[in-house]
Nanobody, 116 residues
Framework: QVQLVESGGGLVQAGGSLRLSCAAT????????MGWYRQAPGKQRELIAS???????TLADNVKGRFTISRNKDENTLYLQMNSLKPEDTAVYYC??????????WGQGTQVTVSS
């Protein structure tokens, strides 16, 4: 099992930056895929960034060029650097750890609000 705790959300003006952190209770390098999802009010949860155990990253088209996913082995922490934020980025952001179909974990979520 793994527990995930997100932090770093908040209120920021459009064009600003935030860095989200996801602290895990075990080595994140042993997890097959870790990712960041977000869910805006009235919308489905969407995957915006992921990183495999081997370090391959994937970004959704709507955040490509603005967001970066990374991880720190020593701190067992996953990050999401968000730059050039837009009001449409407003959502609750969730950290996810996927080990198998039966082994999926979620953090509690952190609110990101971007004002225009």
């Amino acid at each position: 099992q793994v527990q995930l705790v997100e932090s770093g959300g908040g209120l920021v003006q459009a064009g600003g930056s935030l860095r989200l952190s996801c602290a895990a209770t075990r080595s994140i390098f042993s997890i097959n895929v870790m990712g960041w999802y977000r869910q805006a009010p009235g919308k489905q949860r969407e995957l915006i960034a992921s990183i495999t155990g081997g370090g391959t990253t994937t970004l959704a088209d709507n955040v490509k060029g603005r967001f970066t996913i990374s991880r720190n082995k020593d701190e067992n922490t996953l990050y999401l650097q968000m730059n050039s934020l837009k009001p449409e980025d407003t959502a609750v952001y969730y950290c996810n750890a996927w080990q198998s179909m039966e082994d999926v974990y979620w953090g509690q979520g952190t609110q990101v609000t971007v004002s225009s």
